[in-house]
């Protein structure tokens, strides 16, 4: 994801610097399309859709650029994606201070041994664990899972008053979940300059969600467009 983000900024740096420099006369399509493709990769978001069974499939979406919303075709590549959100994650308990040592220490182990696992895989082996999952591309979280939100309490307006978060967000959203319970820790992340919307109640910025759909799921909790069968 990181990756991926990268390229495309630098893509849109080289194309507004191209697309300042060029003469009038001369065809600006290619620098158009240029700008217009990284602008659609650096919007919506990403749907991580797991299936349960042929009538069932539970959609967990996320604030990631639909440019970074794609499955690791290798365990090497998951490994290396892995070690990259620890890295992103332990930054943020850095920051947020000594409150979020202890959740800090638990998380890179938790994410060390999912690496670990990785590599003493085989190929076959991980390929098969990506057999009832896939990585779909989604307009907007907040509408994706209008339905969860508002079996969860949300009002109408409330959800209006929602918007989706970044890819940061996304990060933090991570290290305030795998925190759960360690209120000091979530405080000092909150403190640490992290986005306000993400600790508003209801949050008013929205890093993390989920839907579902298939025949045997609740309309409460279906995807407002997902409906995508493997």
Avoid: H
């Amino acid at each position: 994801m990181k990756k991926t983000t990268s390229i495309l900024l630098a893509l849109l740096f080289v194309a507004a610097v191209f697309g300042n420099c060029k003469k009038d006369e001369k065809d600006d399509t290619p620098v158009l399309a240029l700008l217009l493709y990284a602008n659609d990769q650096l919007s919506g978001n990403c749907a991580s859709v797991t299936k349960a069974s042929s009538t069932s499939y539970t959609a967990f979406l996320i604030s990631v650029p639909k440019g970074g919303c794609s499955q690791q075709a290798t365990k090497e590549a998951a490994a290396a994606q892995t070690k990259s959100t620890l890295e992103k994650i332990a930054a943020i308990y850095a920051k947020a201070g000594s409150n979020c040592n202890a959740v800090s220490t638990a998380v890179t182990t938790n994410l060390n041994n999912n690496v670990t696992n990785l590599n003493n895989m085989t190929e076959d082996q991980y390929k098969a664990t990506l057999v009832n999952n896939r990585m779909i591309a989604i307009g907007n979280l907040v509408t994706e899972s209008y339905n969860s939100l508002k079996a969860a309490g949300r009002t109408d307006e409330q959800i209006a008053a929602t918007r989706p978060g970044s890819l940061e967000d996304y990060y933090v959203a991570s290290a305030v979940l795998y925190a759960g319970a360690q209120t000091a820790c979530v405080t000092a992340i909150k403190d640490s300059g992290a986005t306000a919307g993400l600790f508003t109640n209801p949050q008013t910025v929205l890093a993390l969600s989920s839907c579902t759909y298939g025949s045997s799921q609740p309309a409460t909790t279906k995807c407002a467009t997902l409906n995508t069968e493997f």
